[in-house]
C-alpha cells in the first residue's frame, strides 16, 4: 500500500503535472479529503476511483484552483494552483460538455483562446488544427445542437486543449455516453493524450475505463477521502491514429487487464471496509 508519488513518467521528462501534499479540504463540518500526497508526472495519465462522495471531484477541483484546501499544498506544472489557471496551464472536461448553444463548434473550441486576447485568425487557425484531432473538422460551423452527445463531449475536449496545456482535468467525461460511445472516446483521449503529450487527470466510476485509460490509478477511501492503495493500469503504447482503437481493444483481452480490474476492486472493497465515515 503505497501514496507515494513516482517520477516516473511517460517517458517525457520535465516539471511533474500536479504535486499534491498533505491536502484536507473540508466544507464546514464535512471533511471531504484527508492527508492526501499525489504526484502525477509530466504526460502521465492517473486515474481517481472511489465510493461516491469520497471527494474525487473536490481533488480535481482544488488542482484547478476552484476550491482552496484546508491545509497541505498544491503545486501544478511547478506553479501555483492559481497561477497555473490564470497561465493556462491545465484544460478541464466535465460530464456535461458544457457547450454554448449560441455559438458555432468552432467558437466553443475558441473561447478559451479569446479570453485570454488571442487574435482572430490564430484563433481560427487553432480551433481547425484541433477540430481535426479530435475528428471533427467538417463540423467547424455548426451548432452544438446538432451533434450527438459523443461529438458534443470531443468538442469540449478539443476546447479544453485550446490553450495547449500540459495538464487535462477530467470529472467523469464519458459518464453520460453510450457503451460504445465511451470505448469510441476512450481510443480517441490516448490518442489524443499521446499526440499532445498532455498529462491526464481523470475522475471514473468505471474500474475497466480507469484501467485501459492509466498509466496508475489511485483508489481513493470513503469520505474523508484519503488515497488507500495506487494500482498499476494498462495504458496501452500509442503507435499511430488507426493503431489506437485496436490497441485498447487487445488491452482488453489480456489476462493483465483482468488482474488489473481484479486489484483495483479489492483495493475498493478493502478501502470501503477499513474506512469508517467521518466528518
Ligand atoms: N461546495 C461544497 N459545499 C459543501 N460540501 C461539499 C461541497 N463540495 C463537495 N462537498 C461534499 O464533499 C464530499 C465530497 O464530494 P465530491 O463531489 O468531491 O465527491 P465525489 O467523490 O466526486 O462524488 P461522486 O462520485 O458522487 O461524484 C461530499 O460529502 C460532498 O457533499
Same mark, same amino acid.
Given at each position: 500500500m ?8 511517460? #517517458?517525457?521528462?520535465?516539471? $511533474? ?6 491536502? +484536507?479540504k473540508?466544507?464546514?463540518? &464535512?471533511?471531504?479529503?484527508? !492527508?492526501? +500526497? ?16 469520497? #471527494?474525487?471531484?473536490?481533488? /480535481?477541483?482544488?488542482?484547478? =484552483? ?16 492559481? $497561477?497555473?489557471?490564470?497561465? $493556462? ?7 456535461q460538455?458544457?457547450? /454554448? +448553444? ?8 475558441? /473561447?478559451p483562446?479569446?479570453?485570454? !486576447?488571442?487574435?482572430k485568425?490564430? *484563433? ?25 452527445? !459523443? ?18 482535468? %477530467? +470529472? ?7 457503451? %460504445?460511445?465511451?470505448?469510441? %472516446? $476512450? ?32 483508489? %481513493? ?16 503504447? &500509442?503507435?499511430?491514429? =488507426? /493503431? &489506437?482503437? =485496436? @490497441? ?11 488482474? @488489473?480490474?481484479?486489484?483495483? *476492486? ?6 470501503? @471496509?477499513t474506512? #469508517?465515515? @467521518?466528518?
Open positions: 503505497s501514496t507515494e508519488a513516482t517520477a516516473e513518467t511517460n #517517458g517525457t521528462h520535465g516539471t $511533474q503535472a500536479v504535486e499534491l501534499q498533505g491536502v +484536507d473540508s466544507f464546514g463540518s &464535512v471533511r471531504a479529503l484527508s !492527508g492526501v +500526497d499525489l504526484t502525477v508526472g509530466a504526460g502521465e495519465f492517473v486515474s481517481l476511483i472511489g465510493p461516491s462522495g469520497c #471527494g474525487k471531484s473536490t481533488l /480535481l477541483r482544488v488542482v484547478a =484552483d476552484l476550491e482552496e484546501p484546508t491545509t497541505g499544498t498544491v503545486a501544478v506544472t511547478g506553479l501555483t494552483a492559481r $497561477q497555473a489557471r490564470l497561465a $493556462q496551464r491545465y484544460g478541464i472536461a466535465f460530464q460538455a458544457g457547450l /454554448l +448553444d449560441w455559438r458555432t463548434v468552432a467558437e466553443n473550441v475558441e /473561447l483562446l479569446q479570453v485570454h !486576447g488571442v487574435g485568425a490564430e *484563433r481560427r487557425r487553432r480551433a481547425v488544427e484541433l477540430l481535426e484531432l479530435v475528428g471533427l473538422a467538417e463540423f467547424a460551423g455548426s451548432r452544438p445542437a446538432e451533434l450527438s452527445g !459523443g461529438m458534443q463531449q470531443r468538442v469540449a475536449i478539443a476546447r479544453a486543449l485550446a490553450p495547449s496545456p500540459r495538464l487535462l482535468l %477530467m +470529472d467523469e467525461p464519458f459518464g453520460a455516453l453510450d457503451e %460504445m460511445t465511451r470505448e469510441r %472516446m $476512450q481510443a480517441e483521449l490516448l490518442r489524443i493524450a499521446g499526440e499532445t503529450g498532455a498529462a491526464v487527470l481523470f475522475v471514473t466510476h468505471s474500474i475497466p475505463e480507469a484501467v485501459v485509460l492509466s498509466d496508475r490509478v489511485v483508489v %481513493m477511501s470513503p469520505r474523508p477521502g484519503r488515497i488507500t492503495e495506487i494500482v498499476s493500469g494498462r495504458r496501452p503504447p &500509442v503507435a499511430g491514429d =488507426d /493503431l &489506437v482503437p =485496436d @490497441a485498447v481493444e487487445d488491452v482488453r483481452e489480456t489476462g493483465a487487464f483482468f488482474e @488489473a480490474v481484479t486489484a483495483v *476492486r479489492e483495493a475498493l472493497r478493502k478501502g470501503a @471496509a474506512e #469508517g465515515h @467521518a466528518g
